[in-house]
């Protein structure tokens, strides 16, 4: 619990920030993985 807490006053620090990513390897971090979770093109 206290690191859920945590993470979401983190998160609300960090101007900017709109998505979260969460990866449990690295092929779930390329750039255009990121750049289809965002809705960029």
Do not use: C, H, N
Request: glycine share 8%; aromatic share 4%; no cysteine.
């Amino acid at each position: 619990m206290i690191y859920a807490s945590s993470k979401d006053r983190f998160k609300r620090e960090l101007d900017g920030i709109q998505i979260e990513l969460q990866a449990t390897d690295p092929t779930e971090m390329g750039l255009d993985v990121i750049r289809s979770r965002s809705g960029s093109v």
